[in-house]
T-cell receptor
Framework: GAVVSQHPSWVICKSGTSVKIECRSL??????MFWYRQFPKQSLMLMAT?????????EQGVEKDKFLINHASLTLSTLTVTSAHPEDSSFYIC??????????????FGPGTRLLVL | GQNIDQPTEMTATEGAIVQINCTYQ??????LFWYQQHAGEAPTFLSY??LDGLEEKGRFSSFLSRSKGYSYLLLKELQMKDSASYLC??????????WGAGTKLIIKP
């Protein structure tokens, strides 16, 4: 149980375009989803926390107008990188926290999305 | 401030035992996680400790001492596939995960 999927796994785009990444919890309901970014050989960096039905909470230094997050249902959150630039190239990983009893703290990660902006 | 400390890199031999230590300082505490992350992949959940003591799960065990702000991950009968980064993360009073930088474990034959 506790499977999280991400789509796409790889995306290459031109500078200035927007990219949408989907994160789905496949076999559980997730009231909270998290979006992370990880640069090579660096630790995970939390970008934002997304609660179903409400606005996302962004970490300091993360532009909310550039990284649009939507958490429309208990199983789906989307991250849209608007007007992507080469410095946005990174590994984007989502995680989902189960709302089911006995497992409310653990975050389960999606496989990640590699974004390369040319 | 909130802080997680763990060694940057460790090396061990196939078949041996290795212990990866983690110390934490957080505002409030709601548990300690260990995740495994292979190069180029997302983290996978290994363990969660909220009470003092040792939790064993196959070849992997995790220990927590809340009074000392200390945890370790113990890996037994090391296999080459255990080569990965091991991330320690503490859950603070707001249920936010505070991440360590990870320990890169290198297994040699």
């Amino acid at each position: 149980g506790a499977v999280v999927s991400q789509h796409p796994s790889w995306v290459i785009c031109k500078s200035g375009t927007s990219v949408k990444i989907e994160c789905r919890s496949l076999d559980f309901q997730a009231t909270t989803m998290f979006w992370y970014r990880q640069f090579p050989k660096q630790s995970l960096m939390l970008m934002a926390t997304s609660n179903e039905g409400s606005k996302a909470t962004y970490e300091q230094g993360v532009e909310k107008d550039k990284f649009l997050i939507n958490h429309a249902s208990l199983t789906l959150s989307t991250l849209t990188v608007t007007s992507a630039h080469p410095e946005d190239s990174s590994f984007y990983i989502c995680s989902a926290r189960s709302s089911e009893r006995g497992d409310v703290e653990t975050q389960y990660f999606g496989p990640g999305t590699r974004l390369l902006v040319l | 401030g909130q802080n997680i400390d763990q060694p940057t890199e460790m090396t061990a031999t196939e078949g041996a035992i290795v212990q990866i230590n983690c110390t934490y300082q957080t505002s409030g505490f709601n548990g300690l996680f260990w995740y495994q992350q292979h190069a180029g992949e997302a983290p996978t959940f290994l363990s969660y400790n909220v009470l003092d003591g040792l939790e064993e799960k196959g070849r992997f065990s995790s220990f927590l001492s809340r009074s000392k702000g200390y945890s370790y991950l113990l890996l037994k009968e090391l296999q080459m596939k255990d080569s990965a980064s091991y991330l320690c993360a503490a859950l603070d009073s707001n249920y936010q995960l505070i991440w360590g930088a990870g320990t890169k474990l290198i297994i040699k034959p």
